[in-house]
């Protein structure tokens, strides 16, 4: 079955540092969507990409869509603390209903 | 408008005792999915349903079972509790679009722990 992949599981920031986030899929999807949780809440959905090399910016956070539609990944620029929580990456299949979710990347970030 | 709304928030169970936790929407979504969620596992997609009268299976859905009698309720059945079945439980919500978007809506989570 289709398997999502997200590296790396953790992430310590130092605060105003950079850091990439990665998102792979085994097979192709019909799009890609973010989503964030805060400890001890529920995923919320951040963003959508659906064309083959799309880029999408929020503030601070730039996301893109592999050219293949297998991979995505998500920027985020000047980590502040509010961007403390744990992205999830999900995906239907090209051909399907089923939104599997990748793994996660936990960001704890140091003040 | 509510949203997602599950009950109940927590929930403990002894070993083969069953249960029901609920969900219901109030946007008027054909999706409806139920996800468990453990550490280090990320979200793992147990039920899920694109309408009423309509489920199927996702990738955990060994001891659960789940009925779409109306648009808004998605019940997920706990049939005979088992502590591998402690976990976070969410139920999320969505418009089906041409494009299978399935863009979720979560609801706030049931912890339920089986001693």
């Known amino acids: 079955g289709q398997q999502v992949m997200q590296i790396p599981q953790y992430q310590h920031v130092q605060e105003g540092e950079d850091f990439t986030t990665y998102c792979n899929s085994s097979t192709t999807l019909s799009n890609i969507q973010w989503y964030k949780q805060r400890p001890g809440g529920h995923p919320v959905f951040l963003i959508q990409?659906?064309?083959?090399?799309e880029v999408k910016k929020q503030k601070r956070l730039t996301f893109q869509f592999g050219e293949a539609k297998k991979n995505s990944s998500l920027h985020i620029t000047a980590t502040q603390t509010t961007d403390v929580g744990t992205y999830f990456c999900?995906?239907?299949?090209?051909?399907?209903?089923?939104?599997?979710f990748g793994g996660g990347t936990r960001v704890l970030v140091k003040p | 408008n509510a949203g997602v709304t599950q009950t109940p928030k927590f929930q403990v169970l002894k070993t083969g005792q069953s249960m029901t936790l609920q969900c219901a929407q109030d946007m008027n979504h054909e999706y409806m999915s139920w996800y468990r969620q453990d550490p280090g596992m990320g979200l793992r997609l147990i039920h899920y349903?694109?309408?009423?009268?309509?489920?199927d299976q996702g990738e955990v859905p060994n001891g659960y079972n789940v009925s779409r009698s109306t648009t808004e309720d998605f019940p997920l059945r706990l049939l005979s509790a088992a502590p591998s079945q402690t976990s976070v439980y969410f139920c999320?919500?969505?418009?089906?679009?041409?494009?299978?978007?399935?863009?979720?809506?979560f609801g706030a989570g049931s912890r339920l722990t089986v001693l």
């Open positions: 999900a995906g239907p299949p090209a051909a399907g209903n089923k939104l599997t």
């Open positions: 990409l659906v064309k083959s090399g």
């Open positions: 349903s694109v309408g009423a009268g309509i489920t």
């Open positions: 999320a919500s969505s418009y089906a679009t041409p494009s299978g978007a399935n863009v979720l809506t």
